[in-house]
């Protein structure tokens, strides 16, 4: 169980759908389980390895010539550290991360983290840290995956920095056919859980027009004020926005929630 949750977070009785990749669902189902509820998993993403194993090998290459590497979410630090040159990342080497989950994956494989925004955890937050504002000069190495938002290192560029981006692993939509619910799903799920436009995407689509109307119609948690507004636009209703995309914060939105419900 995600620990320091709300002692009084009663959540019995609650279909909550977890639409996070299959590796990732785990702590999360348990603690919604630990709480009452019932985890329903749909993983709306596959995480698969890099496309260019040559290229991200060349680029991994640079790294001692680097002065900041961010890692863009846990999945970008479980790969990348896993594809990592021998010898690791160098010492001096400024390490900023997104979000606390993915610190705190850096911080267990022996490589504290010396940038994490403080509040919200996304590009635009870490962009706003005092150490992302000068770095005129400075090369940047981005951990991500295919395809991600250009905001950070675009920024960075303009800023004065010399960027690159690192593409450790794929996103890919599972699918149609592997999606696998209980029959009566939508009468027993009270809310869902998605932390990436992506994801909400892919959720979309895996629905079809048969699902799709429930998702536009029940509560779902997301993690930025850009999910709201995609949300929003794609027709949900009852957006609902979570501190962050850890574990913590994503229960802390679902007690908050259930306590409206009572």
Known sequence: MVPNQPRDCDLTGIGVLVTRAEHQAELLCETIASLGGVPVRLPAVEINGPANSGRVNQLLATLPECDIAIFISPNAAQWGLKLLPAGGLPENLILAAVGRRTAKMLSEFGYPVDIVPVDRFDSE????????????????????????????????????????????????????????LPGDWQAEVGIAT???????????????????????????????????KHAKALGCRDVILAEGADEHSLVNALCAWSVTQK
């Open 125 to 180: 937050s870490l962009l706003a840290t005092p150490a992302m504002n000068d770095v005129t000069g400075k090369r940047v190495l981005i951990f991500r995956g295919n395809g991600g938002r250009a905001l950070l290192g675009e920024t960075l560029q303009q800023r004065g920095a010399l960027v690159d981006y690192v593409e450790v692993y794929r996103r890919k939509r599972p699918g149609v056919a592997s999606v696998s």
């Open 194 to 228: 998605v932390t990436s436009n992506d994801l909400l995407d892919n959720l979309f689509s895996l629905l079809g027009t048969s699902g799709s109307p429930w998702l536009q119609a029940n509560p779902l948690v997301v993690v930025s004020e850009r999910m709201v």
